[in-house]
């Protein structure tokens, strides 16, 4: 049977079926995970740089003057990096001591690395004073008050909390907004954190802020609330040079999400702050990573109980969170065509909680046991926020030239 690939919403180039077969990258992803032992990861090592090429064009476009950093706590898989790197044109932001380490590991130079860490320890802002160009941002008092006792009068940026949000889907479980979190500067404190760098010897010359996860077009209105709230900031600081506009730039999960128009976006950034006559660093992780990953696992058991008929994987919500914390939907792809209807079927995991389920009840291609399974969109926030929950947490990553 040949399918084509068009009739699938998340085919393109490198990835869709080809005779019946599903290929990623030129490969054959069956056979390439019936050579491993373990879950598999594959990632396209092309994608993120032309995801990162794209942001960087529709910025371009509105000449909105930039600097990109990817986030590697998306996925910080060295060989990834080190492409990333290899490539030359951006820099990664890292968000603690040892992501900072990796980094350096990998070959990105300390200017490369902006720094922007929660709960700052002692020995963090010590590290941090021994590489004085690497770009922080502290996100409370505590941690300007501590870079000031550790650093040389160094510059630092804020991270601010704009108590706004957005989210894939509005999802509240991803927003940073509605109650107090324990992310970034409000408002009220923002003269307070100000003077503090004074005092600390600190000069605040960017500013900050992350204000959610996954967005998408229709989250765009209140990407430009966002925009306003950091503008207000920036206006209470004259002399600011960088504002950076953290990530949260997403992709389509399911065949009814619209993509995130980047030009739009771009337009919006350009609008509200050509007046600053700022540049604008974005750090995303998601958009560059997510859907330039899969994770493969095998069916190891097909049973019906009661009306609901299980497909029971050999991997579980302990490799790729998000759909089991965030409810974020779990495309999934088999990796060969079987001939006959599609059928309803809940893929399950193999981890002893109830909330381990990839997806309940959606309509595949019939599965057999020994049968592959692609999880899409596994590229990021998968096998960097793993745990061996059950001891269940080996895998195998690779990355496709
Ligand atoms: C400070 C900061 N920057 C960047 C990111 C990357 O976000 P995303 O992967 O949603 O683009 C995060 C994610 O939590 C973050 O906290």
Redesign the pocket.
């Known amino acids: 049977m040949v399918t084509q690939v068009e009739s699938h919403w998340w085919a393109r180039d490198h990835l869709g079926y080809r005779d019946g077969r599903l290929a990623f990258c030129g490969r054959d992803v069956a056979q390439t995970a019936a050579t491993f032992a373990e879950p598999l990861f594959m990632y396209d090592a092309q994608r993120p740089i032309e995801k990162l090429r794209s942001i960087e064009r529709a910025l371009n476009r509105h000449a909105v003057r930039h600097r990109l950093f990817y986030?590697m706590?998306?996925n910080r898989f060295a060989p990834l990096l080190c492409a990333l790197r290899a490539d030359g044109r951006y820099g990664v932001?890292a968000?603690s001591p040892e992501e900072l380490r990796e980094a350096l590991a990998c070959g990105f130079a300390p200017s490369q690395i902006s720094y922007?860490s929660h709960g700052m320890a002692p020995d963090e802002a010590a590290l941090l004073a021994a590489l004085p160009e690497v770009l922080v941002n502290c996100d409370t008092l505590a941690a300007v008050r501590m870079m000031g006792a550790y650093g040389t009068r160094r510059e630092i940026g804020l991270r601010i909390n704009p108590g706004l949000g957005i989210g894939y889907g509005n999802n509240e479980r991803l927003l940073y907004a509605g109650r107090t979190t324990k992310f970034g500067i409000y408002r009220e404190q923002f003269d307070e954190a100000i003077a503090l760098a004074r005092e600390s010897g600190l000069a605040v010359t960017r500013l900050h802020c992350?204000a959610g996860?996954?967005y998408l077009d229709a989250q765009l209105r209140a990407f430009e609330a966002v925009l306003d709230a950091v503008c207000d900031f920036a206006d209470a600081l004259p002399g600011i040079r960088e504002i950076n506009l953290?990530?949260?730039?997403g992709v389509p999960h399911r065949a009814a999400d619209k993509p995130l128009d980047l030009d739009a976006w771009a337009a919006v950034i350009a609008l509200r702050t050509r007046r600053l006559g700022v540049t604008i660093a974005v750090?995303?992780?998601?958009?560059v990573v997510k859907d330039a990953g899969l994770l493969v696992l095998q069916v190891n058991y097909i049973e019906k109980k009661r009306d609901v008929v299980f497909a029971g994987l050999s991997g579980g919500f302990n490799l790729a969170v998000e759909p089991a914390f965030y409810d974020l939907p779990c495309e999934a792809a088999p990796c060969v065509l079987r001939d006959g209807e599609p059928s309803r079927v809940t893929l399950a995991g193999n981890i002893n909680e109830a909330l381990d389920l990839w997806a309940s009840d959606v309509m595949l291609p019939p599965l057999t046991t020994g049968d592959y399974v692609a999880l899409l969109n596994a590229g990021?926030y998968a096998a960097s926020m793993s745990s061996n929950h059950c001891m269940r947490g080996r895998f195998r990553e690779m990355l496709l030239c």
């Open positions: 986030a706590k998306a932001d968000c922007t992350h996860c996954g953290g990530g949260g730039l750090e995303p992780g998601d958009f990021g």
